[in-house]
Every structure is written in C-alpha cells, then in structure tokens.
T-cell receptor
Framework: AQSVTQLGSHVSVSEGALVLLRCNYSSSVPPYLFWYVQYPNQGLQLLLKYTSAATLVKGINGFEAEFKKSETSFHLTKPSAHMSDAAEYFCAVSDPDDYKLSFGAGTTVTVRA | NAGVTQTPKFQVLKTGQSMTLQCAQDMNHNSMYWYRQDPGMGLRLIYYSASEGTTDKGEVPNGYNVSRLNKREFSLRLESAAPSQTSVYFC??????????????????FGPGTRLTVL
C-alpha cells in the first residue's frame, strides 16, 4: 500500500519568489508520482509525472520536481512565482501495476503582490 | 474532445433523497473513478471501474453505488442522501497500458466536478 504526506497545508509566497511544495511518499515498490493543480472551482489538471525515467521532471507552467529515492520525496518547485500560480496542489502516488492513485491532503498556494 | 464531463454541476438535496451523478469520457479510456473532495482531506476514492463490466470499492464506498453503463459512462448513485455526503464529487478516467505492456504513467484525467449539498 502507498501513501502520501504533503508538508504544509498553506504556503504563501511573494510574486517572483521561489515556490517549494513538499511531498513524501511511502510505497513498497518503485512508484509512479504525480503533481496535480486545482484552480478555484475547477477539476484537477496534471502538472507533471515521474514514471522511472529521468529523476528531474519538468512540467507545465515552469514547474519541476525531483524524485529522490533515498529521501522518498518528490518536491515541487518553481523558481519565480506568478499570481496565476495561486491554486491548490496535490501530490499523488501509484504503484505501477495499480489502477488507483493515493492523494495527499493538498497544499494551498497564495501569491502576494 | 470534451475529455471527462460531469452532470450536474451543482445539486442541493434534502436528507433521504436520492440522486445519480453522471460521468462520461470520450478518450476511449478503460478505467474510470469516482472521488469525493473534502477540505483538508485531499481526494478519497469512492468506487472505481478498472474496465467495462467491473466495479470495485475504494476507500469510502458506504452510502454509494455505481454503474459502469458502457465504456464511456460511469454513474454514481446516492440512494438516501445524508448531510455527511455534502462534498465535491469528481469523476476521472485513465487509459490502458501501452503496446509494449508498460503503463502510460497511470495519470488520471478529471472532470470539472459536481458540488453537492445535503440539507
């Protein structure tokens, strides 16, 4: 069974500052890992995914995440925050042979002008 | 392509009433899912259908039933709604394994959600 922990339910950053969202997972096998973004009153949209290829994964809107097996982490970063990055972000994990995803509780990002 | 569509977008029910949430996808995906989203709890899986003709319970199935009507459509039914079922409901779908046997990465594609209030 797999599980996900997102550290920090709320993150506030200034426009232009680094965005760092933390995600740690537990899995009995090498996992697939995902970051989704949810804008207000919308569904979830895939930002990026790790599926056992390159450990540094680039996604949409300038986001990237690094898979670190030794730390069981998959933290999401963006060098320079934009007002449009204000949203809720979810980390998710799946065993490769599993039909299901397990989601973290989510982190809400606010961006200050 | 519309992707994953859900109806209705909003619904208000009284305790004890029943209703069905509809979901359809036009991506020829094998697997479909129903989640509920509650503040601070992320998304929790209610039921899923790995392929047409099969359904399985997820993490929080009590009080719900599902029907995989065909490959495109997967409905969620509340037989007797309770205030604890007030939530936002999302449907999702996922494609099948690639020709080489490797999964496409298991990512799921989500609908816009149904906001349900039970009074």
């Amino acid at each position: 069974a797999q599980s996900v922990t997102q550290l920090g339910s709320h993150v506030s950053v200034s426009e232009g500052a680094l965005v760092l969202l933390r995600c740690n997972y537990s899995s009995s096998v090498p996992p697939y890992l995902f970051w989704y973004v949810q804008y207000p009153n919308q569904g979830l949209q895939l930002l990026l995914k790790y599926t056992s290829a390159a450990t540094l994964v680039k996604g949409i809107n300038g986001f990237e995440a690094e898979f670190k097996k030794s730390e069981t982490s998959f933290h999401l970063t963006k060098p320079s925050a934009h007002m449009s990055d204000a949203a809720e972000y979810f980390c998710a994990v799946s065993d490769p042979d599993d039909y299901k995803l397990s989601f973290g509780a989510g982190t809400t990002v606010t961006v200050r002008a | 392509n519309a992707g994953v569509t859900q109806t209705p977008k909003f619904q208000v029910l009284k305790t004890g009433q029943s209703m069905t949430l509809q979901c359809a996808q036009d991506m020829n995906h094998n697997s479909m899912y129903w989640y509920r989203q509650d503040p601070g709890m992320g998304l929790r899986l209610i039921y899923y259908s790995a392929s047409e003709g099969t359904t399985d319970k997820g993490e929080v199935p009590n009080g719900y039933n599902v029907s995989r009507l065909n490959k495109r459509e997967f409905s969620l039914r509340l037989e007797s709604a309770a205030p604890s079922q007030t939530s936002v409901y999302f449907c999702a779908s996922r494609g099948q394994p690639g020709l080489a046997g490797a999964f496409y990465g298991n990512e799921q594609f989500f609908g816009p959600g149904t906001r349900l209030t039970v009074l």
